[in-house]
């Protein structure tokens, strides 16, 4: 196996988001279930498939759960799977910066048709945008 340098972004890990620990109290646990499949429905489609497992329904649980979870629901995450830790866990896959914004495309597409207040959606698509960058773990090699 081909040893990689892991990239680690400069502006650090994410922040926080205002209004992001409200979130699950305004939509529900349904609906950000809902949102999370409606995302996970288009990645097969993508350059980044080969990231994910052929059948994507243990992903979309856990996947929903974390978001449940960081949106002010309950811990779900933790309780079945321990500390979130988010960035160790996807250091295996090799995340540069084309492959974050096919990630957050998808993501754009499911917030887009998602039945939720355009503010719900402005905190989400905030946490995203942040929460992706700290995902990114290879860098970009330069164009020559």
Known sequence: MEERLIYIPPEGPPGLVPGLQNVHSIVGEDSLRKLVSDFYDQIPGTQIAFMFPKNLEESKIKSADFLIQVTGG???YSQRYGPPRMRARHIPFPIDEKSRRVWLSCYRKA?????????????????????????????NKKEE
């Open 74 to 76: 309950p811990p779900l």
């Open 111 to 139: 917030l887009d048709i998602w039945n939720a207040d355009d503010s719900q959606k402005e905190i989400l698509w905030s946490f995203l945008k942040d929460f992706s960058g700290w995902m990114v773990n290879l860098e």
